[in-house]
């Protein structure tokens, strides 16, 4: 990882967007301003998206604040495997729970 945001787009298989949570902390002044720089910096939009290569995979566990970390139109992209990923991600956690034994106490 550099810390050119643009530069490693460019590389990635896959890019995870991943979502403010202002519920953790902040007043709604801050979060206001807190989003306009995210999207600056990191925001996952259209235009950074069209640097994406082939093949490359956009996730984004949700939910999601679009025009904040993704852009919709991102979201609803055919490389986009969002709703699959969201729609996997319960049985992905059973599954793990599974092996540790949390959901049968077994160990």
């Known amino acids: ?25 902040g007043s709604e002044l801050d979060a206001a301003g807190a989003d306009a720089a995210y999207r600056e910096r990191y925001g996952l939009t259209v235009e950074r998206s069209r640097t994406l290569k082939a093949g490359a995979v956009v996730m984004h566990p949700g939910p999601a604040n679009p025009g904040v970390e993704i852009d919709a139109e991102v979201m609803e992209q055919p490389r986009s495997i969002i709703t699959r990923q969201v729609a996997l991600g319960v049985a992905v956690r059973m599954a793990c729970l599974e092996a540790r034994g949390a959901v049968t106490g077994r160990t």
Not at 11 to 16: E, G, L, Q
């Open 1 to 25: 990882m550099s810390e050119n945001f643009q530069s490693d787009l460019r590389d990635a298989d896959a890019v995870m967007a991943l979502r403010i949570q202002h519920e953790r902390g």
